[in-house]
């Protein structure tokens, strides 16, 4: 996933809603806010370019109206766009949120429930982000394992004593000894707990890339 931390793009038609969620959120700290009359003027800008919580509504003035713009933005996980919107069906409520939008709020805004949206948006990516490093890490370094080293892991995940993998294996119970004290090392883990840790976490990672999984060439 893109950084996106700090920025918003608001997409507010209404320059007295506009103006009002821009200086609440201008005044949180460390946010780079961006405001646009319409979703033409944010695409003009390139805003779509790089990555940001992109605030707008969802009866958009101009060429492009909040439909055409969270289709737009839908398949993107550097943009996590929020739809403000008053007066919709359930259906079309239903149709924002499985068209992918983060949340759906209501209209008139409200700028404090704006910047809570907002925050809660930057903490779960924040959350993101470190689980994702985590999940980096533990692939890098388990990816020095030789194949054999990753079967006999693969073994050990799955409850297997070293007599039990060497039958499996075909090899003796001190080879596996010795697989078991490279592996260890190789890894850079200090005792089983933390090996098994290192897998379970490589392996969300290989999930979430929908690839198999394997930890070297």
């Known amino acids: 996933m893109s950084d996106f931390a700090g920025h918003i ?25 961006r405001s646009f009359a319409s979703a033409d003027a944010w695409l003009e800008a390139e805003g779509d370019s790089g990555g940001a919580i992109l605030l707008f509504r969802w009866h958009q003035p101009g060429r492009i109206d909040g ?22 069906s359930i259906a079309e409520s239903r149709a924002i949120l499985r068209g992918g ?5 209501p209209a008139p805004l409200d700028p404090r429930v704006v910047c809570r949206a907002v925050d809660a948006e930057l903490g779960d990516w924040t959350a993101r982000q470190a689980a994702r490093t985590r999940r980096c890490e533990a692939a890098a370094r388990l990816a020095a394992l030789t194949p054999r080293e990753r079967d ?21 119970p001190r080879t ?8 260890m090392r190789r890894a850079g883990a200090g005792n089983v707990a933390e090996l098994l ?4 976490t490589a392996e969300q990672a290989r999930g979430a890339a929908g690839n198999p999984v394997h930890y070297g060439a």
């Open 9 to 33: 793009h608001l997409v507010l038609p209404d320059p007295t809603e506009r103006a009002a969620c821009f200086r609440a959120l201008a005044g949180g700290g460390a946010r780079i806010v």
């Open 101 to 105: 939008a983060r949340d759906l709020l």
């Open 152 to 172: 006999i892991l693969a073994a050990i995940a799955a409850g297997l004593g070293n007599k039990a993998i060497a039958r499996q294996l075909a090899l003796s």
């Open 67 to 88: 439909a055409a713009l969270l289709d737009r933005v839908a398949a993107r996980d550097d943009i996590a766009a929020f739809v403000v919107a008053e007066q919709l």
């Open 176 to 183: 596996i000894e010795v697989h078991r004290a490279n592996i």
């Open 197 to 200: 840790r290192l897998q379970f």
